[in-house]
């Protein structure tokens, strides 16, 4: 049963059990996720809000159900397309900001607890029903995601990052976290990564659920010599299993209006999107151009906002402002004089 036919079905249901009753046999795995995502209390009031931006999306693809826990379409019959790579996840080897490679998934339906950030892009080969591909998730989102935005721009990047999610549900359904975790190891051995010293989880997308949280501390386990990173607004996973993080796996709480007082009250390292170089200098947090801070340091900081941002904006004024003032050429300079530093870091 997709999620989108329980949402039709009312939250009533799925108190009262009948839903998850009904659903087939080795399914309730991804009841319970489709719970934790979207952070069931019991409360039908407060539920129904907390999953009415996820139901706005979902209700738009006029073609059918889909599934953000599921996605992988057949293809037409005549039409087939062949991926070699249809048992692995697509590890990326980096890009113009990382040196070192890492893993995406679609932003913001594998983000649960994010708000200010959060954004969709459409699912692969389609568009919203206004005809965009790119949307935020509500009226809480302050600023555009720039994994969305990059999703939503290039249909290799959101196929990749639909599949991973696709294969990753696969493997739960068949073997829980011990299959999600081999899973992810097989893929950045297959991608020939296993001796990378530093590898981003996320470079789009999030923690989903409690379960998959939990295999990406086996793969860090299982790949001790690697240094995993990753920011995260999925705060409740970590707590929960905050005691179990390996050393190698180095995680940035991204730091919300609504998660503050969480962050601060469970001494979690923090990141902050800030507007300009002067905000991040009040509250004495060094910027991160190049990820070097977060893959590689203990300390909190800030990220400065950059990339489209929706037009009348506070975010695409402050954009506008950093431009003018050069900061992101400032920004651009220091990330190509700090490579050799940055490769150092993958020598060590």
């Known amino acids: 049963m997709s999620i989108k036919k329980l949402l039709r079905e009312g939250l009533a249901n ?197 379960n998959y949280f939990k295999a990406w501390i086996g793969v860090a386990n299982a790949l001790p010599n690697i240094n995993f990173y990753t920011h995260t607004t999925s705060l409740k996973f970590w707590i929960a299993n905050k005691g179990s993080v390996p050393n190698n796996m180095n995680l940035n709480a991204s730091m919300q209006d609504d998660n503050k007082d969480l962050i601060i009250q469970n001494d979690l390292r923090y990141s902050k999107v800030v507007y300009s170089v002067e905000d991040a200098k009040e509250q004495r947090l060094r910027i991160d151009y190049d990820d070097s801070i977060a893959c590689c340091s203990d300390e909190n900081f800030a990220l400065l906002i950059h990339g489209g941002q929706p037009k009348g904006s506070d975010a695409s004024k402050a954009v506008s402002t950093n431009k003018k003032s050069g900061h992101y050429d400032k920004m651009k300079a220091l990330h190509k004089a700090n490579k050799p530093s940055r490769q150092d870091l993958l020598r060590k």
């Open 14 to 210: 799925i108190y009262e059990g009948n839903v998850k009753s009904s659903l087939s046999k080795g399914s309730i795995t991804l009841f319970e996720t489709v719970k934790d995502y979207y952070k069931m209390s019991g409360d039908h009031v407060l539920d129904a809000k907390n999953i009415n931006e996820l139901h706005t999306f979902l209700k738009e693809d006029e073609e059918g159900d889909f599934d953000p826990f599921g996605h992988g379409t057949q293809p037409e019959q005549g039409n087939e397309v062949v991926d070699e790579n249809i048992c692995y996840l697509t590890i990326s080897k980096g890009n113009s900001k990382l040196d070192w490679p890492y893993l995406s998934l679609p932003a913001g339906y594998t983000c649960p607890m994010a708000s200010v950030c959060k954004s969709f892009a459409s699912k692969p080969g389609k568009k919203f029903s206004d005809g965009s591909s790119l949307k935020a998730a509500s009226d809480k989102t302050e600023f555009g995601c720039y994994a969305a935005r990059a999703q939503a721009q290039y249909p290799a990047v959101k196929k990749n990052a639909f599949t991973n999610l696709s294969l990753l549900m696969e493997a739960q359904k068949s073997g829980g976290i011990e299959a999600m975790t081999e899973l992810i190891v097989d893929s950045i051995k297959h991608a020939g990564f296993e001796h990378t010293k530093i590898f981003r989880i996320h470079e789009g997308g999030d923690f989903f659920s409690d």
